[in-house]
């Protein structure tokens, strides 16, 4: 049994050690939130309890496959593919998935329906972003981890019109007030590296997207010269061409996935995720598949997406502290420690009886989702990829149910196992 699942009802049994970016990060990254999420788990502030599975602190999310040199995603289980089938019933043929067991590291699990089926990533085109900031770090500071830390920690990022517009809710943590403000970001607000990072992932804003691009853009135009002054930021955007632009922004976001040993072919962020850093910076469609969404969150847990460093602050970054929603949200998961992004976009048209409602259109319904799933109860340890486009259908509770039978099929895999 590992470790980290030895010690897991332990510490969550002490008190004091209610942390979770995860919560006890507040002080190295600045990212703010977490102070209040932290007052939050000891009732000295109202707020959300987290369930059991967002309390670990930083020491104990750790990357689990370091070492391991095998490739499952070659060799697919045909018996536990078709399992999964049949979970999806009538509505399989919409679905792509893939699901990779390491419970037990020496005999892998690895199923797929519909792997290699192109879709549109949604908000999971966010990962892709989050690596190209890593690997352009990296690039910059190649043997200085140190200074990686401190450009993200200190680092001030102010948000402008690359921002119009979105809606997403983020949250601003007032010290003075103890209390913490949702709201969308507007131009003018400012905070770290790490806190528009944790905006972009944990809340899904677009906002916060577009600017952590927008200083990728400008990290690799001056290198060690970065962070520069707002005059030379706007002399780069407003005297470069626009082709220029759009060529320097496609190179950086598909030489990182291909630098990672992945496929920008199946899976790529084509630009910004803002009517207007779209207008002023060109680029090109975004793809993903299940399989090469589960490559990404493999290799992260081997250590090789850029470094061990940088898929370590990764795994840290999708580590869920906030609300959970849509397949984390399914209670079978509360005492498990959770790697999560998601994302959706619907589409409704004209239909005689039809009534378009909230990721259920009749047009497009794509929900995507990627989760690590780390389980005290068995030691389990899983990953899960998700696209999907069933109309007319709530997507979110679709995702939330098909959760609780997945994890239901590998804790049967591994009761059967035991019997044998």
């Known amino acids: 049994m590992k470790p980290l699942m030895l010690l897991m009802p332990l510490l969550l049994s002490l008190p004091g050690l209610l942390n979770a970016y995860p919560l006890d990060g507040a002080e190295q990254t600045g990212i703010s939130r977490l102070q209040g999420y932290q007052l939050a788990q000891q009732g000295a502030v109202a707020g959300n309890k987290l369930p059991g599975g ?192 759009g060529r320097s922004l496609t190179w950086l976001l598909q030489q990182a996935v291909q630098r990672n040993g992945l496929d920008p072919e199946r899976l790529r962020q084509g630009g910004f995720f803002s009517r207007e850093g779209k207008r002023r910076v060109p680029g090109t469609d975004s793809v993903c598949t299940t399989r090469e969404l589960m490559r990404f969150l493999l290799r992260m847990e081997q250590g090789k997406l850029v470094d061990s460093w940088s898929s370590l602050q990764l795994k840290r970054l999708l580590y869920m502290t906030e609300r959970r929603i849509r397949y984390a949200s399914a209670e079978v998961l509360s005492d498990s420690a959770l790697y999560f992004k998601s994302g959706s976009f619907y589409k409704c048209e004209a239909e005689e009886g039809f009534v378009c409602r909230k990721y259920a259109g009749n047009k497009l319904n794509v929900m995507n989702s990627v989760a690590i799933v780390e389980t005290p109860e068995r030691d389990l340890h899983y990953m899960v990829t998700i696209t999907s486009n069933v109309l007319k259908k709530n997507a979110a509770l679709q995702h939330q149910q098909l959760a609780t039978r997945l994890h239901e099929l590998i804790l049967q895999l591994h009761r059967d196992a035991d019997q044998q």
């Open 54 to 245: 967002a309390l670990l602190d930083q020491k104990q999310v750790r990357l689990h496959l370091q070492g391991f040199r095998d490739d499952p995603l070659l060799h697919p289980d045909a018996r536990l593919s078709e399992s999964i089938i049949k979970l999806l019933g009538e509505d399989a043929v919409h679905y792509s998935v893939s699901l990779l067991d390491l419970t037990d590291v020496q005999r892998p699990h690895y199923a797929e329906v519909h792997a290699d089926r192109i879709r549109n990533p949604g908000s999971l085109g966010k990962l892709v972003l989050a690596l190209a900031l890593f690997q352009t770090l990296a690039d910059i500071y190649p043997e200085d981890v140190e200074a990686r830390q401190a450009l993200l920690r200190n680092s001030i990022i102010t948000a402008d019109a690359f921002i119009r517009t979105d809606h997403h809710r983020v949250p601003f943590w007032q010290p003075e007030k103890k209390r913490l403000l949702k709201r969308p970001i507007v131009e003018g607000d400012s905070a770290n590296f790490w806190s528009y990072l944790d905006w972009m992932l944990s809340a899904s804003s677009n906002a916060a997207a577009s600017m952590v691009l927008k200083h990728i853009m400008l990290l690799n135009r001056f290198g060690r010269d970065y962070p520069v002054s707002k005059e030379r930021e706007e002399a780069y955007f407003n005297q470069t061409s626009r082709r220029d632009l």
